[in-house]
Structure formats: structure tokens, C-alpha cells
T-cell receptor, first 113, second 112 residues
Framework: NAGVTQTPKFQVLKTGQSMTLQCAQD?????MYWYRQDPGMGLRLIYY???????DKGEVPNGYNVSRLNKREFSLRLESAAPSQTSVYFC????????????FGEGSRLTVL | EDQVTQSPEALRLQEGESSSLNCSYT??????LFWYRQDPGKGPEFLFT???AGEEKEKERLKATLTKKESFLHITAPKPEDSATYLC?????????????FGKGTHLIIQP
């Protein structure tokens, strides 16, 4: 039972480069989320998707785009990476919106030089 | 303005030394208070949900309680394997109907 799988686990980019973080869940969950975690800032919600075909902005959406490809997959794209986007990114999912029991992936550590 | 504030930021205890972690919140119309545990290099793992003042939940050496303004995570006779960062969260109130807003966490170290 894989749960929530994120790829890649580590990535180094140069300023201005683009990349996509991939996330897939095998629990048939409706809602999916992207968070970033920075020292001293805690976890902050970037974007979420309450169901297939819908996406909404969270607390810190600037510089990011998302795609809910199907019920299983939710990707996060950085079109032009900046050093301020150096962070650990977590994808999460849950069965119904707002129950609070999120299942998280193991994270993707991104460094932008 | 922070909706969720956790204290202390870090706590070092001896094995067997009980203590409590605090989570204060400022949201109105609370729709749940959630506790998570995060180990180094891992994603957070769900522990408890509390919905109303006076509610308590227990799991092994952990007990979570809720009042109208704050929640406590009590750790009784902790073991080194309880070392982790403990996060509390409330439903995100940014206009949508989904997601959580997290506190910055308490980094707990249990020394043998």
C-alpha cells in the first residue's frame, strides 16, 4: 500500500529553470494538497484540489501552477524557479474535504541556486 | 495574524519525564483541531481530531485535550521513540472549503 508518492525526492535547479513535482495517491481520495515547509515558517498551503477537475489557491500560490490530471494525480509546476522557492514540498490527500485527516507523502526537497 | 500558535518551540525531556505541549488558536467557529507527528525527513502523520471543548483523545502515551482557546498534548512517561516534531492544525479559512492551517510545531527530544 503505497499511499501518497512524490517524485522526485531531491532536485537542484538554477534560477529561472522550470520543473514539475509529481504526486500520486492510491487511496481513492477526492481531495489533494500541496504544502511547502520552511524552517521557522511551518507548513503553508500552496494549492489544493477538492475534486478531480477543480483547483484552488491556498496561502502562498504565487510562482506556482497546479494540475489535477485525474483523481490519482496532482502536480505542482514551477515555471521560473527563484531562490525563495527553495523548500521541502509535501503532497497530501484525504477522503473528504475538511476532515483534517490528511495523508502526506515523504516530501520533495528542492534547492534553487 | 497567526491562527495557530504552538509552544514551546522546542522541549527536551528525560525518558519518563511527563510534560505538555500547547496549541492556542484564534479561529471562531472551530471546525476541528488536529494533531500530527512529524519525524525528520518524513511527512506529517495524523494523530488526533478534537471537535468540542472538553473532548479528550488518547493514543499510547499521548493524550490530547481541547478548551475553547487552546489544546494540549500531554505526554506521559515518554520514551526516546516519542522524539519528533508535533504539529497542530485547524481548517484553512482562506476562502475555500478545504485544507489545514498548521502551527510551526514543537520539536520534542526525549533523552534516554
Amino acid at each position: 500500500n503505497a499511499g501518497v508518492t512524490q517524485t522526485p525526492k531531491f532536485q537542484v535547479l538554477k534560477t529561472g529553470q522550470s520543473m514539475t513535482l509529481q504526486c500520486a495517491q492510491d487511496m481513492n481520495h477526492n481531495s489533494m494538497y500541496w504544502y511547502r515547509q520552511d524552517p521557522g515558517m511551518g507548513l503553508r498551503l500552496i494549492y489544493y484540489s477538492a475534486s478531480e477537475g477543480t483547483t484552488d489557491k491556498g496561502e502562498v500560490p504565487n510562482g506556482y501552477n497546479v494540475s489535477r490530471l485525474n483523481k490519482r494525480e496532482f502536480s505542482l509546476r514551477l515555471e521560473s524557479a527563484a531562490p525563495s522557492q527553495t523548500s521541502v514540498y509535501f503532497c497530501a490527500s484525504n477522503r473528504l474535504g475538511n476532515t483534517g485527516e490528511l495523508f502526506f507523502g515523504e516530501g520533495s526537497r528542492l534547492t534553487v541556486l | 495574524e497567526d491562527q495557530v500558535t504552538q509552544s514551546p518551540e522546542a522541549l527536551r525531556l528525560q525518558e519518563g519525564e511527563s510534560s505538555s505541549l500547547n496549541c492556542s488558536y484564534t479561529v471562531s467557529g472551530l471546525r476541528g483541531l488536529f494533531w500530527y507527528r512529524q519525524d525528520p525527513g518524513k511527512g506529517p502523520e495524523f494523530l488526533f481530531t478534537l471537535y468540542s471543548a472538553g473532548e479528550e483523545k488518547e493514543k499510547e502515551r499521548l493524550k490530547a485535550t481541547l478548551t475553547k482557546k487552546e489544546s494540549f498534548l500531554h505526554i506521559t512517561a515518554p520514551k526516546p521513540e516519542d522524539s519528533a516534531t508535533y504539529l497542530c492544525a485547524v481548517p484553512y479559512s482562506g476562502g475555500g472549503a478545504d485544507g489545514l492551517t498548521f502551527g510551526k510545531g514543537t520539536h520534542l527530544i526525549i533523552q534516554p
